[in-house]
């Protein structure tokens, strides 16, 4: 989970670069093909196409549609917001995740598990501010984005259960690729030499990212595994220096601050 979130993060900041001057959904789609670029290869050195073979095609489908609707809203929140702060909110995901692994995956909560969740929205409340000065309703964004990434991830511990991980990440790919596809015909912009390779950066990134991030979900626990998200911070603070000279503020440290202590009690909770 550690390593996925580095990689993700490295995708998230090539993607957001990219979103300055392309389409949201050319962003998406163009980065995912380049991601079953290394996909298909790295399984044909494998075990073969057989790992790719589908055993529940509802839930994979359904995973797919959750990637698009957590991918675009991600890089809707990357294109308008400075990268840590869409990062610091989207620590939100760990708690909601919790949550829903007892109704829907039948894993179980803790009754510390509500004091937590208490804190961890509090620390969500320090980061936003409503009513404060500095609030703005696309600090929102990143809050919708959580919730429709706990839902991919909730499906991709369902799915685990049945489907192997290069399978998952295969499947839910071509998903992104032919929904997104089918915006070329509205405005896709010219992608030049740099732009290209770009893209195929974004898409190897992606690729060792949802890999290690499946395979997370897949060997653990989910409401245990969720929380190691929060190291993202870290790399977020460092790309978002070095590339932009974005810096999370006071604030903005103070809540991600609780909301991983949030999160570890949730950790420390379901570990037991």
């Not at 990268?83 to 760990?94: C, D, E, K, N, R």
């Not at 245990?224 to 974005?246: E, N, R």
Request: glycine share 8%.
């Amino acid at each position: 989970m550690i390593a996925g979130m580095a990689f993700l993060i490295m995708s998230d900041a090539v993607s957001k670069y990219l979103a300055q001057t392309h389409p949201i959904v050319q962003v998406m789609c163009l980065r995912q093909a380049a991601c079953l670029l290394f996909v298909v290869p790295f399984v044909l050195r494998g075990a073969g196409l057989r790992t790719l073979r589908p055993r529940n095609w509802p839930m994979q489908l359904a995973r797919g549609l959750a990637f698009i609707v957590s991918g675009y809203l991600i890089i809707w929140s990357l294109s308008l917001l400075p990268l840590p702060t869409v990062t610091a909110i989207t620590f939100s995901g760990p708690i909601m995740i919790a949550l829903m692994s007892a109704p829907l995956l039948g894993e179980r909560v803790a009754p510390a598990l509500w004091a937590a969740t208490l804190l961890g929205f509090a620390g969500m409340l320090v980061i936003i501010r409503p009513g404060s000065a500095d609030f703005s309703w696309l600090l929102l964004l990143p809050v919708a984005a959580a919730f429709a990434t706990s839902m991919r991830d909730i499906f991709t511990r369902i799915l685990a259960r049945t489907d192997g991980s290069l399978s998952i990440l295969f499947w839910s790919s071509v998903v992104m690729v032919l929904g997104t596809a089918l915006s070329a015909p509205f405005g896709w912009a010219p992608v030049s030499a740099a732009a290209w390779g770009l893209f195929l950066l974004a898409g190897c990134v992606n690729f060792c990212a949802h890999f290690l991030l499946i395979e997370a979900f897949r060997l653990g626990r989910a409401a245990v595994i969720a929380p190691f998200k929060y190291t993202s911070l870290l790399w977020s603070a460092l790309l978002g220096y070095l590339i932009w000279g974005d810096l999370p503020g006071g604030w903005i440290w103070a809540g991600a601050a609780i909301l991983v202590a949030s999160g570890l009690w949730i950790a420390r909770t379901q570990r037991y």
